[in-house]
């Protein structure tokens, strides 16, 4: 076990004089991206029903000179009808975010770590048989770290997005949501 920790160690400090290879300026830098795309979102937490499901978005921002990406996502997704013992309840959320970045260029596809935030409104409605239904909604802080990676073809880009989301509500709620768009 000693032998390890010294090897880790070792390697660790040797990894600090290696220089990181340069990477080519994105094919992003100094310009406007809008996209249009379809979403899959995954719930990650115990219990019925998934508020994500199937959705669509529209995002858009701008790349600044140094790299840096700012820019914004709305996205509405339709959720899920669950029937449960005397009745059923459905779930739906759409979400409105800010989202900032990095852009590296690799190669023919531009990389961008990115970190959203902002609300995200939900509702459901719960029907119990021969009681009628019942409706609840409620907006909530969200955050969602992830990484997008998009090819620039000659007259559109495609990208592919996947975030980790976390909603701050009286039980944080957390989803992995993937994304598939074209751009120009």
């Known amino acids: 076990m000693r032998g390890v920790r ?11 004089f290696v220089s990181a290879p340069a990477f080519a300026a994105p094919a992003t830098v100094n310009s406007i991206q809008i996209g249009l795309g379809a979403r899959y979102g995954i719930e990650m937490m115990e219990g019925e029903g998934n508020p994500w499901g199937f959705g669509l978005g529209v995002n858009g921002g701008i790349t600044l000179p140094m790299a840096v990406y700012v820019g914004g996502v709305a996205e509405y997704f339709f959720g899920e009808e669950v029937d449960v013992p005397g009745g059923s309840f459905s779930t ?39 009681f009628g239904c019942t409706d609840v909604s409620s907006t909530d802080f969200a955050l969602a770290p992830g990484v997008a990676v998009m090819a620039f073809l000659p007259m559109l880009s495609v990208s592919a997005d996947v975030r980790y989301e976390l909603v701050f509500a009286e039980e ?5 949501l993937f994304s598939l768009g074209l751009g120009f």
């Open 6 to 16: 010294w090897l880790g160690a070792l390697l660790m400090a040797g990894a600090c």
């Open 172 to 176: 944080t709620g957390k989803g992995l």
């Open 92 to 130: 739906n959320l759409w979400q409105l975010m800010a989202e900032g970045g990095y852009d590296l260029g690799a190669g023919p596809l531009v990389v961008r770590p990115k970190v959203g935030l902002g609300f995200v409104s939900s509702s459901g409605e719960a029907c119990v048989t021969g």
